[in-house]
């Protein structure tokens, strides 16, 4: 996928104020460690995660994607009337039905020609939905659209710990398979993606890549089809070294077809913003692009696994701490559980233009008459 006409305008996003610590996770987790005779340190020393958030009990992801999308609206400065299209890409839903999008919509009050829907896809439906959108604005069948998620790990890690601690049949080896469920963050991002006639700033999505390795779809799953509002009470079984493995196999494949489609070279690349796992998962992805690390920005060591959100609450931080430059060509390397691999490609310019300004209050002017 090529584009030519869409913009990644803003972003915004939400993070909870409850910092939970791996320290304090296997505090609550003495019996297992005691019973294992396992080291204090362990949970960070293996996943490079030092805290990640939580949610208030009992919050709904449609009030923080609300919030999330709130702030990207007021960012780009856009005209609610202009975004025809909402997507909600997280896996964290407050119910099964309706989709958690129309709670969204309903909260942004946007309009009733806005087209509205869910997207999961494990840790890259925000990614895969913004692909959609920019298909759209690509078309012509839309001006602006709204991509946004909220992960809630309180459920999936409390409930990890609670069963770590009661099956006391559980080996060392077992217990490896919830570790990447001790890892999960909370968080919420929403980005807007315009036309690039709208566009203040000029920063043109070049290029989408998507491939499917569903080979190793069994090496993560997670429960049964539940939701936030439910009662949710998820468990995960993950074989995270194997993960880890075939999942940066993934991305080496799917890269070299990102840089073609991008109609880049290796070296183009200025910049990157990954999907945050881990440690090992970001030492190991860069040797295997060989990529320099350098170029990379990291949030994983104090946000944890944010799913879905990772990456755009990871590029949303990057952007406001100044780690974009005028004339960076960009990266985005989004990898999930599938194994899916989606990647996508930024010229970034940063700074809003006077022209851009006059032709964004140009089209609000004609839109409200």
Same mark, same amino acid.
């Given at each position: !996928?090529? %584009?030519?006409?869409?913009? #990644?305008?803003?972003?915004?996003?939400?993070?909870?104020?409850?910092?939970?610590?791996?320290?304090?996770?296997?505090?609550?987790?003495?019996?297992?460690?005691?019973?294992?005779?396992?080291?204090?340190? &362990?949970?960070?020393?293996?996943?490079?995660?030092?805290?990640?958030?939580?949610?208030?009990?009992?919050?709904?992801?449609?009030?923080?994607?609300?919030?999330?999308?709130?702030?990207?609206? =007021?960012?780009?400065?856009?005209?609610?009337?202009?975004?025809?299209? $909402?997507?909600?890409?997280?896996?964290?839903?407050?119910?099964?039905?309706?989709?958690?999008?129309?709670?969204?919509?309903?909260?942004?009050?946007?309009?009733?020609?806005?087209?509205?829907?869910?997207?999961?896809?494990?840790?890259?439906?925000?990614?895969?939905?913004?692909?959609?959108? =920019? *298909? !759209?604005?690509? #078309?012509?069948?839309?001006?602006?659209?709204?991509?946004?998620?909220?992960?809630?790990?309180?459920?999936?890690?409390?409930?990890?710990?609670?069963? #770590? *601690?009661?099956?006391?049949?559980?080996?060392?080896?077992?217990?490896?398979?919830?570790?990447?469920?001790?890892?999960?963050?909370?968080?919420?991002?929403?980005?807007?993606?315009?036309?690039?006639? #709208?566009?203040?700033?000029?920063?043109?999505?070049?290029?989408?890549?998507?491939?499917? %390795?569903?080979?190793?779809?069994?090496?993560?799953?997670?429960?049964?089809?539940?939701?936030?509002?439910?009662?949710?009470?998820?468990? !995960?079984?993950?074989?995270?070294?194997? $993960?880890?493995?075939?999942?940066?196999?993934?991305?080496?494949?799917?890269?070299?077809?990102?840089?073609?489609?991008?109609?880049?070279?290796?070296?183009?690349?200025?910049?990157?913003?990954?999907?945050?796992?881990?440690?090992?998962?970001?030492?190991?992805?860069?040797?295997?692009?060989?990529?320099?690390?350098?170029?990379?920005?990291?949030?994983?060591?104090?946000?944890? *696994?944010?799913?879905?959100? /990772?990456?755009?609450?990871?590029?949303?931080?990057?952007?406001?701490?100044?780690?974009?430059?005028?004339?960076?060509?960009? /990266?985005?390397?989004?990898?999930?559980?599938?194994?899916?691999?989606?990647?996508?490609?930024?010229?970034?310019?940063? !700074?809003?233009?006077?022209?851009?300004?006059?032709?964004? *209050?140009?089209?609000?002017? &004609?839109?409200?008459?």
């Amino acid at each position: !996928m090529r %584009y030519q006409n869409v913009c #990644l305008e803003s972003f915004g996003y939400t993070l909870p104020d409850e910092v939970v610590t791996s320290a304090e996770i296997e505090e609550r987790l003495r019996p297992l460690y005691e019973r294992l005779r396992l080291p204090e340190g &362990r949970l960070e020393l293996m996943t490079g995660i030092r805290e990640r958030r939580f949610w208030a009990p009992g919050t709904l992801p449609s009030a923080k994607s609300i919030e999330s999308g709130e702030k990207a609206i =007021a960012a780009a400065g856009i005209e609610r009337g202009l975004i025809g299209a $909402l997507v909600h890409g997280s896996v964290c839903r407050d119910h099964l039905e309706p989709a958690t999008a129309c709670a969204v919509h309903h909260g942004l009050g946007l309009s009733e020609e806005c087209a509205i829907y869910d997207v999961s896809n494990a840790c890259l439906g925000l990614l895969n939905g913004m692909l959609q959108v =920019a *298909n !759209m604005i690509e #078309l012509g069948q839309i001006r602006a659209g709204l991509v946004v998620g909220t992960e809630s790990s309180r459920p999936l890690v409390e409930t990890t710990i609670d069963q #770590l *601690n009661r099956d006391t049949s559980l080996t060392r080896a077992q217990m490896k398979l919830a570790v990447a469920s001790l890892t999960i963050g909370s968080g919420s991002c929403a980005m807007l993606l315009v036309d690039k006639e #709208l566009s203040q700033l000029g920063n043109r999505l070049t290029s989408g890549t998507a491939r499917a %390795y569903t080979a190793h779809h069994q090496l993560c799953h997670n429960g049964h089809d539940e939701a936030i509002g439910s009662g949710m009470a998820p468990l !995960m079984d993950t074989d995270s070294e194997k $993960l880890l493995i075939e999942g940066v196999a993934a991305a080496r494949r799917t890269f070299d077809f990102h840089l073609e489609e991008a109609s880049w070279q290796r070296a183009d690349v200025n910049k990157t913003f990954c999907h945050q796992v881990g440690a090992a998962h970001r030492k190991l992805l860069f040797e295997s692009l060989q990529l320099d690390p350098v170029m990379d920005f990291p949030t994983v060591v104090f946000l944890g *696994n944010m799913g879905s959100v /990772s990456l755009p609450i990871t590029m949303a931080m990057g952007i406001e701490q100044g780690w974009l430059q005028r004339d960076d060509r960009v /990266s985005l390397l989004g990898i999930g559980s599938g194994i899916n691999v989606v990647m996508a490609g930024v010229a970034w310019q940063g !700074m809003p233009s006077e022209p851009h300004k006059a032709r964004r *209050n140009a089209l609000s002017e &004609r839109l409200s008459i």
